[in-house]
């Protein structure tokens, strides 16, 4: 994911869905193909996440640009935060991958070194360590910091 075009949506989506008061417009998004809790997520404005996550409705993994998920956004930001939340929400997903190139937000997490967000993936039910995205890398051979490899390897990861 280019961060330069992360960054560049996000400013576009800054607050967009911020009016959103009723569950029949909660999973509506902008412009860019962003829900409000894209937004939040990618700001990491936990007191947003949590107020969207408590709208009746609210599909915890919508996705938006390329397949993005509000957890692929709080992951590959380092809002460990917004990713603890994310994670206790019904539903979640945690190995959804990007349609892009097959990343999960362990991936993203991963390869951008942020490893409380790591061990926040790591802890949640049926997370896959192995799994490759499109090039067939893993989210292990991503990571660059030894302390996210270790992290990995510690659950299980291969390779």
Do not use: F
């Amino acid at each position: 994911m280019d961060q330069s075009v992360l960054e560049a949506d996000e400013r576009e989506t800054r607050g967009a869905a911020r009016i959103v008061d009723g569950s029949e417009a909660i999973n509506a998004k902008d412009g860019w193909g962003y829900a409000a809790l894209h937004c939040a997520a990618a700001e990491g404005d936990v007191a947003e996440v949590r107020r969207i996550l408590s709208i009746p409705g609210v599909d915890v993994n919508v996705e938006g640009k390329s397949g993005r998920t509000p957890l692929h956004m709080a992951s590959y930001k380092g809002h460990s935060a917004a990713v603890k939340l994310l994670l206790a929400a019904p539903g979640i997903d945690v190995n959804r991958a990007e349609n892009e190139d097959g990343r999960t937000p362990l991936h993203t997490a991963s390869e951008k070194g942020h490893a409380e967000g790591v061990k926040l993936l790591l802890g949640a039910p049926g997370i896959d360590v192995n799994r490759s995205n499109r090039d067939g890398r893993t989210p292990l051979e991503m990571a660059e910091k030894d302390e996210i490899r270790a992290l990995l390897r510690a659950a299980g990861a291969t390779g």
